[in-house]
């Protein structure tokens, strides 16, 4: 997990892809200025321990779309600008690129608001989710255009949730601790409805033409 702050406040989650590089979420890097981010590693914490770094280059997808009740292809790469050292608390995150598929456990994780209009939370929260299929999660979401082509919807429960702060954080498959999504949005939040993740399988190619070791 990276935290990535913009202007000295924390903006997003992130995860580690190689030495260079990390993955997050399109909109978690809407402004291209690469000095004005930066990420901490090798913490849990938001006001303590770890290692700060910083980014040359930002990189969103191409045809990244933000429109008020459609999101496709939330994803981006964040090059920074030395290689981040790896140790038993850094270490770069597995990337599958199956598409995954509905009934799948899996694991969130990120820094943000507990609640809604809650302040973040200083440590790093886990929440295993289960994925459901594109059918159910348009269903439960009737108000939003779900792209199942870029997104993967997974929920757990009432009050278990994604919230703001949690965009760009990966989901990782709970058996094998393979990155298979990360955060792009929420309904203010843990109400019970899905949350929405990026899809890792449609994006072999941006990331792999993009990724620096």
């Known amino acids: 997990m990276v935290a990535l702050f913009?202007?000295?406040?924390?903006?997003?989650?992130?995860?580690?892809?190689?030495?260079?590089?990390?993955?997050?979420?399109?909109?978690?890097?809407?402004?291209?200025?690469?000095?004005?981010?930066?990420?901490?590693v090798g913490t849990n914490l938001l006001n303590w321990g770890g290692t700060e770094i910083f980014f040359?280059?930002?990189?969103?997808?191409?045809?990244?779309?933000?429109?008020?009740n459609l999101v496709m292809n939330d994803i981006g790469l964040l090059i920074t600008t030395a290689a981040v050292q790896f140790s038993a608390l850094v270490r770069p995150v597995a990337l599958s690129y199956q598409r995954l598929g509905a009934g799948v456990s899996v694991r969130a994780n990120g820094w943000g608001n507990t609640?809604?209009?809650?302040?973040?939370?200083?440590?790093?929260?886990?929440?295993?989710?289960?994925?459901?299929?594109?059918?159910?999660?348009?269903d439960s979401i009737p108000q939003s255009i779900v792209d199942s082509v870029s997104i993967v919807c997974a929920v757990h429960s009432v009050n278990h949730g994604m919230c703001n702060?949690?965009?760009?954080?990966?989901?990782?498959?709970?058996?094998?601790?393979?990155?298979?999504?990360?955060?792009?949005?929420?309904?203010?939040?843990?109400?019970?409805?899905?949350?929405?993740?990026?899809?890792?399988?449609?994006?072999?190619?941006?990331?792999?033409?993009?990724?620096?070791?």
């Open 165 to 213: 702060g949690d965009s760009g954080s990966a989901l990782l498959r709970a058996d094998s601790g393979q990155q298979v999504g990360l955060v792009t949005w929420v309904i203010p939040c843990a109400t019970g409805k899905p949350d929405a993740f990026t899809r890792i399988s449609p994006f072999r190619y941006f990331i792999e033409m993009n990724t620096v070791q």
């Open 56 to 68: 040359e280059r930002l990189i969103s997808h191409p045809n990244y779309v933000a429109q008020p």
């Open 115 to 138: 609640q809604a209009h809650v302040s973040l939370s200083n440590e790093l929260l886990e929440l295993f989710m289960t994925s459901i299929d594109d059918q159910q999660c348009k």
């Open 6 to 40: 913009l202007r000295g406040l924390f903006s997003c989650g992130g995860s580690l892809i190689s030495a260079r590089t990390v993955l997050t979420a399109a909109h978690c890097i809407s402004e291209k200025v690469p000095s004005i981010h930066h990420g901490l």
